[in-house]
């Protein structure tokens, strides 16, 4: 019998035909390669070292100031008809996709190695987790790829014992093929190219991380959310997080934001202290990505597919996320990050000056931020003080509640819950933020980012929403649905809500909710905190800004609905019927007289 690895051979040697590397290296995974990439990358200039004082084995790395960013106009989803790719995606036909990306490929390797990467997504021995392998000519790419995934040996185990690689059947487990080259990192020549059938990525002409870290974005969310569809789960841009309660209760809550609107500051949360006293804990199971599906209870339950951190560095200070600089304090590569005069590195918000910024130029504000907006560290999550063991559980976590939220200055509340699960799904398919610096393009512009998946589902949102309703069947436990808005504003401009480590008293109430030990209120948009429904005590905030946090403003959210359902809209002809239905319930409810709220 021929090795079950012939046909990944037999591909990494079509791979290397036609990029032509100097050589080939299969990585392992060990500690001794990684600090050989290390080594090489330190001596070519790919890596800068740090102060290993301060932060012993921690490197920065500077990117092409024309690649900082993901591409999503360059980011293509080439399913063979062009409507199962749906507005939310760029197409290209398959075979005009191909031929286009491959004549970059042709030659592209010279003289370089080409490093061959399997990887597992999620723990090795889940039964959730899926395997890849990507082929690439970056160092940068691979030492990022050994911390993000479990990266070497205990992957192409898997993939052998699997029999993963013996045909292109579509199985639960067969392997995706990922083939990237960073090229001339020429933005007019550069794609990243999806192939749900056939379960591949090519990436070129890029380094950066969302369109070259292979495992991340590309496969664990546009490839899995369609894999996740035909094997009845879900792949989400989402959070995992787990809080104990004083009375020995944990609950695992999932939370989607846009990216750069919080996760990784929640996931890693430290409760105030009077919870922290009462025994309120937090425990961290994943800051981006999450995979769910029903269990034999018919609970959701989830696995974090990464082993590590792709976080943003600005906006992480001791203020908003303290567990977050002490996680990558040690063994982090940073990216685009400026330098301190004793080669610290450095961000906005961290205390300190710059003296060189993320371009290695003297630092001069007229040149803008010392970091780069999207300035990022990479880091095991096993070095966080909040990871919690439960992350490499085979069988995942159970989760309580999904949240959905973004950043918006104006009408949405602080939090409410939606009525039922098919109410959730409009809540999370009507989702809007304004956009960050993790996308290139305009920042601040408000845009409709169902599920926070607008950039990572590979299939027509239609579908998607249809797959999402699917799950409310007989025998189902669901997960209660919340929105959250951290950064409602007052007429000053000023954020009405403290957030960080105080949003677990927005939690706090969810899980009463989970529970049933509050009741709330009603409204046409769902389920608020009733009065001193949510715990103050401590909390510097003035009554009438709780309030302003909490108002329904009715003729607002009646010109949303109607936006909503246009937003709808792009998704036909394969808007499911019931997701159209909801939103008209909740306008007809709206346009009801107030007294209506407590029985909506």
């Not at 070497?152 to 013996?166: K, P, Q, T, V």
């Not at 292979?214 to 035909?230: D, F, P, V, W, Y």
Request: charged residues 20%.
């Amino acid at each position: 019998m021929a090795s079950r690895l012939d046909a990944l051979t037999s591909w990494v040697t079509e791979v290397a035909a036609l990029t032509r590397p100097a050589n080939i290296h299969w990585c392992d995974g060990s500690d001794a390669e990684y600090a050989a990439l290390v080594q090489r990358m330190l001596q070519s200039g790919d890596l800068i070292e740090l102060n290993q004082q301060t932060h012993p084995g921690c490197y920065l790395h500077r990117s092409d100031p024309a690649d900082v960013a993901r591409v999503e106009h360059l980011t293509f989803v080439c399913h063979p008809q062009r409507e199962d790719t749906g507005p939310n995606n760029h197409w290209m036909a398959p075979d005009e996709a191909h031929a286009k990306i491959d004549a970059l490929f042709d030659g592209c390797m010279a003289g370089r190695t080409m490093y061959v990467v399997p990887y597992c997504m999620g723990p090795v021995d889940s039964p959730l987790a899926r395997c890849g392998v990507e082929i690439t000519d970056s160092p940068y790419v691979v030492a990022n790829m050994r911390i993000m995934t479990r990266m070497g040996a205990a992957a192409l185990a898997r993939i052998e014992r699997e029999g993963l690689l013996s045909n292109g059947a579509h199985s639960n487990g067969t392997f995706v093929k990922g083939l990237h080259s960073t090229g001339e990192l020429d933005p007019e020549r550069r794609y990243i190219m999806h192939f749900p059938d056939e379960l591949t990525i090519k990436s070129y002409g890029s380094g950066y991380g969302g369109n070259a870290l292979l495992g991340k974005k590309c496969h664990a969310l546009r490839i899995a959310s369609n894999q996740a569809r035909s094997e009845g789960w879900l792949a989400e841009h989402m959070l995992i997080m787990g809080i104990d309660t004083p009375w020995g209760e944990t609950h695992y809550i999932a939370a989607a934001f846009p990216s750069a609107c919080g996760k990784t500051n929640l996931s890693m949360l430290i409760p105030p202290e009077s919870y922290q006293r009462d025994g309120w804990k937090v425990r961290t199971i994943g800051d981006d990505i999450c995979w769910m599906r029903p269990g034999q209870d018919g609970r959701l339950w989830a696995i974090n597919p990464e082993a590590g951190f792709f976080g943003v560095a600005p906006g992480t200070s001791s203020n908003s996320n303290p567990n977050a600089l002490q996680t990558i304090a040690r063994d982090t590569i940073y990216t685009n990050v400026a330098l301190t005069a004793d080669n610290q590195p450095w961000w906005e918000g961290l205390p300190g000056t710059p003296v060189i910024d993320w371009q290695g130029r003297p630092y001069d504000p007229a040149n803008g931020p010392a970091a780069h907006p999207n300035s990022r560290f990479t880091v095991s999550a096993r070095q966080c003080p909040t990871w919690s063991q439960e992350a490499e559980a085979a069988q995942g976590v159970p989760i309580s509640a999904i949240v959905f939220g973004g950043r918006r200055p104006s009408l949405v509340p602080l939090v409410f819950e939606a009525h039922h699960w098919s109410h959730g799904v409009l809540v999370g398919a009507a989702m809007g933020s304004e956009t960050t610096a993790a996308a290139t393009g305009a920042v601040g512009v408000m845009r409709r980012d169902s599920m926070a998946m607008k950039p990572f589902c590979g299939y027509h949102y239609g579908d998607y929403f249809a797959h999402w309703l699917s799950f409310d069947r007989a025998g189902a436990r669901l997960p209660k649905v919340f929105h959250v808005n951290w950064f409602r504003k007052g007429r000053d401009g000023k954020f009405l809500w403290p957030g960080f480590g105080d949003n677990l008293r927005v939690l706090e109430w969810m899980i009463a909710r989970v529970e049933g030990r509050l009741d709330g209120v009603r409204t046409p948009i769902g389920i608020l905190p009733g009065p001193a429904e949510l715990k103050l005590d401590g909390l510097d905030i003035e009554r009438r800004h709780l309030d302003e946090l909490l108002a329904v403003d009715h003729t607002g959210w009646q010109t949303e609905l109607a936006a909503i359902g246009e937003y709808l809209d792009t998704c036909l002809p394969r808007l499911p019927e019931r997701l159209r239905k909801e939103q008209q319930r909740v306008a007809e409810a709206l346009g009801q007289p107030r007294q209506a709220d407590a029985t909506t």
